[in-house]
């Protein structure tokens, strides 16, 4: 079932770098950002990346806890995480059930072929659970400052 904007998330369970499992209930009280991006290593998901990494502080002050997530297995995660000195998770989907649950598969032409890829997306998750913002198909620069200043809207 594809979470709806201001509902209640369904339940879930994924794991994360760093040995953390992620559900909406453990981070109750708390702000969250998932953020769905193509694939490890590429141009486009390094720099969104790295302005997360940027703003890291920002988010964590204004109460938000953030996740990137796509279906790159953990040791990809991993060295993503380490190379890029990320301070926060990567969840590995790589069943693709998170991916699927938030809609955000899609049919992509690739030098010519039609090819299932995710398409970037951002969703903002309050303390009680609920989703209250997604950003779907966008585009990196100043994304990362939107979403920012979503999160402090919440307050």
């Not at 398409?119 to 309050?126: A, G, N, Q």
Request: proline fraction near 5%; include cysteine; hydrophobic fraction near 40%.
């Amino acid at each position: 079932m594809t979470p709806a904007l201001n509902k209640p998330l369904p339940e879930f369970e994924a794991l994360a770098t760093g040995g953390v499992k992620f559900t909406p209930q453990a981070y109750a009280g708390q702000s969250v950002v998932l953020y769905f991006y193509p694939k490890d290593n590429t141009p486009g998901c390094t720099t969104e990346a790295m302005q997360f990494r940027d703003h890291h502080k920002d988010f964590v002050k204004a109460g938000a806890v953030v996740f990137g997530v796509s279906r790159d297995n953990m040791a990809s995660h991993d060295k993503f995480k380490q190379a890029l000195d990320l301070p926060f998770e990567l969840i590995a989907d790589t069943e693709e059930k998170l991916c699927h649950m938030f809609g955000v598969v899609k049919n992509k032409i690739m030098y010519g072929k039609k090819v299932k890829g995710i398409e970037r997306s951002t969703f903002l998750i309050d303390g009680s659970g609920i989703l209250r913002a997604e950003w779907r198909g966008l585009k990196v620069a100043g994304h990362v400052e939107e979403v920012l200043k979503a999160v402090k809207g919440l307050k």
